[in-house]
């Protein structure tokens, strides 16, 4: 296969307006700045930020709105099987919590619907769907807003982490984990990073132009030295490694063996600028996978709080193995809190959606895999043959990226609206190009 980038992209990026106010009055540059609103949003990126916790509430009803929308002025909506996916996980998913949650603890309805209200995130998939297909809007678009928006996210939360320490701000609630004013971490957004470091890698395996892995370079450095987190690392290195192996054999020894120095550089940076971080790195995979080998005490914190929360976690999936125990609202009670003391779902991953959702939930979004492993194929026939088709790998990689960290963080069933996101945005590229028959 070809990987070069067809010059019609590269067309399609250098036809927007070169002066200022030709480009404000321009209709394609109102709605990238359209989506440079409504993306955070869908996103959440704001919401671990105290004065901004309703920016939730505001994304809920843009994507609701959205959605009608795409369907409005007599454009019908694209229908499909995925459609009808994505409305019975905004609705059918938080029904089942509720009710679930009603019969394992008595929690009345509403509190289980009010606790996933999230939920109705998902509907934003549906109305990009859409948009795309009647031609409102385009993946141009799309991708300038994406590449603006990872710059941003990249300036705005790399000096926070190089100069706030995290521990001098534990009065800021749910945007610093509590770690006893000792390993307290910042909760700052990491989606349009993940995608700017994805994306220029894309472009870099594409076109074989070096600068393009230079411009990941940071993305891919404060991804590996502003987290704690072993799965987002792991899940980081398979995506990079998939992405060079997608090409043909002549070049994939090439793209791997890049990308691999690339990922060798970054670690041998964060290792001169903090030493330290390289070493509790290398302790805390030893500790996780002592925990998974059986150990009942480990050093790592977070490693000893999954132990201890899975023994909480068994006796309820035995008693409701089916459905679950539901989603317990915050609001209830005390919620979880109150029930189990410090205990979050998602740190469980595949068990904690369990626990929530049973096996009902867990095969009924498993589905999701089913889905990746159908468009695989597509994507790679049309990494060289369509416009836009660093986007469309970045999606893709975005994707996988989820897909795989949810093994062990849950991400596809506890917050399934981004992986519907990617799915809603490859699936329209693909149907746009008629290229779905020809790919099987």
């Not at 468009?375 to 469309?392: G, Q, R, T």
Request: hydrophobic content about 55%; glycine content about 8%; overall charge positive.
């Amino acid at each position: 296969m070809n990987m070069s980038v067809p010059a019609r992209e590269l067309a399609g990026m250098s036809s927007w307006p070169a002066y200022p106010i030709a480009a404000v009055r321009d209709p394609r540059t109102t709605r990238v700045v359209a989506l440079l609103v409504a993306l955070p949003l869908f996103f959440s990126v704001a919401r671990y930020i105290p004065a901004l916790k309703w920016s939730l509430e505001i994304g809920i009803l843009l994507s609701v709105g959205a959605a009608l929308l795409s369907n409005a002025g007599g454009r019908p909506a694209t229908r499909s099987t995925f459609n009808v996916y994505i409305m019975l996980t905004a609705f059918g998913l938080p029904l089942l919590g509720a009710f679930a949650a009603y019969l394992a603890f008595d929690q009345p309805m509403v509190y289980g619907l009010a606790a996933q209200r999230g939920g109705l995130l998902a509907l934003f998939a549906y109305a990009v769907g859409n948009l795309i297909g009647n031609g409102r809007l385009t993946f141009a678009e799309f991708e300038r807003a994406f590449i603006i928006l990872a710059w941003l996210n990249l300036a705005i939360c790399a000096p926070v982490l190089m100069l706030l320490d995290p521990n001098n701000y534990s009065e800021l609630g749910s945007l610093v984990s509590d770690g006893g004013g000792v390993f307290n971490e910042f909760h700052l957004p990491m989606s349009f990073i993940i995608f700017g470091a994805l994306y220029y890698i894309g472009m870099w395996m594409l076109s074989d132009r070096a600068r393009y892995g230079l411009l990941a370079a940071p993305f891919i450095l404060y991804i590996v030295a502003g987290n704690n987190g072993r799965i987002v690392n792991i899940a980081l290195a398979v995506t990079l490694l998939t992405i060079a192996w997608i090409g043909s054999p002549r070049k994939r020894v090439k793209n791997i063996s890049a990308a691999l120095a690339l990922a060798i550089g970054v670690v041998l940076v964060v290792g001169i600028i903090n030493p330290d971080k390289i070493g509790s790195m290398i302790l805390k995979y030893q500790d996780a996978f002592a925990a998974v080998s059986g150990a009942y005490d480990v050093a790592d914190v977070s490693a000893n709080a999954r132990i201890i929360q899975s023994e909480l976690v068994w006796p309820y999936i035995y008693s409701s193995p089916i459905i679950g125990t539901g989603v317990v609202s915050n609001e209830w009670n005390g919620g979880y809190q109150q029930m189990f003391g410090y205990f979050h779902p998602s740190d469980l991953g595949m068990i904690g959606v369990l626990f929530v959702y049973g096996i009902v939930g867990v095969l009924f979004f498993s589905v999701q895999y089913l889905v990746f492993a159908r468009i695989a194929p597509v994507v790679s026939y049309m990494a060289d043959k369509v416009p836009y088709n660093a986007l469309l790998l970045a999606l893709f990689a975005n994707l996988l990226f989820v897909l795989f960290s949810s093994v062990v963080t849950g991400t596809f069933i506890l917050v399934p609206e981004q992986t519907l996101f990617f799915f809603a945005m490859i699936i329209a590229q693909a149907r746009q190009n008629h290229v779905m028959a020809a790919a099987r």
